[in-house]
């Protein structure tokens, strides 16, 4: 079975600097994909990134980059010079090789302070 | 291009009607996801539809839930005899043709609509 743990449930940063949100992961699957959600307060979901099991080196896309350790099961998303609109709800969520639905974790609320 | 759209935005019901939530996906994906989100939690999944396949129901919570694809394209979730713990929001997702294999570089996003949020009275 595929289980996403986010550990964090409410996170403080500082405008214009870095946040990192914790992911970790569990699966028996050999090929899997790592996805990134944001949720503002309206409740839209925005994909922010994503992350392929197989990938030699970390995603990147403008401000947010994946840190993935493989052999830890972890897939933290980092989000430099953080700002104001930055302020969501964070989900990780991972699509295995023989599943269709796709596990979310419990989510991480960031708050940007000016 | 349209985003994918779910109607209504708002419903408020009482216990023990049915409903029916409508999600109108990206035209040209084949792949679409129905999840329930509640209150300050992480999303469910529901169900999923791909192209002309048996549709995955394994996340459907109980056979009060059911969802239908017609023409590969709209998509219904009924819910009957809705109970309070039904109340939540329930998130719509397409994309296409979700690519399974070894080769996980490949890959497709989900687009989500707005969702439906439904109350239980």
């Known amino acids: 079975a595929q289980k996403i743990t986010q550990t964090q449930p409410g996170m403080f940063v500082q405008e214009k600097e870095a946040v990192t949100l914790d992911c970790t992961y569990d699966t028996s699957d050999p090929s899997y994909g790592l996805f990134w959600y944001k949720q503002p307060s309206s409740g839209e979901m925005i994909f922010l990134i994503y992350?392929?099991?197989?990938?030699?080196q970390n995603a990147t896309e403008g401000r947010y980059s994946l840190n993935f350790q493989k052999a830890r099961k972890s897939a933290n998303l980092v989000i430099s010079a953080s700002q104001l609109g930055d302020s969501a709800m964070y989900f990780c969520a991972m699509r295995g090789y023989n599943n269709n639905d796709m596990r979310f974790g419990a989510g991480t609320r960031l708050t940007v302070k000016p | 291009g349209a985003g994918v759209s779910q109607s209504p935005s708002n419903k408020v019901t009482e216990k023990g009607k049915d409903v029916e939530l409508r999600c109108d996906p990206i035209s040209g994906h084949t792949a679409l996801y129905w999840y329930r989100q509640s209150l300050g939690q992480g999303l469910e999944f529901l169900i999923y539809?791909?192209?002309?396949?048996?549709?995955?129901k394994s996340g459907l919570p109980s056979d009060r839930f059911s969802a239908e694809r017609t023409g590969g394209s709209v998509s219904t979730l009924t819910i009957q005899r809705t109970q309070q713990e039904d109340s939540a929001v329930y998130l719509c997702a397409s994309s296409l043709e979700v690519i399974s294999g070894p080769s996980s570089s490949s890959y497709n996003e989900q687009f989500f609509g707005p969702g439906t949020r439904l109350t239980v009275l």
């Open positions: 539809f791909q192209g002309n396949s048996a549709p995955d």
């Open positions: 992350q392929g099991s197989y990938d030699q």
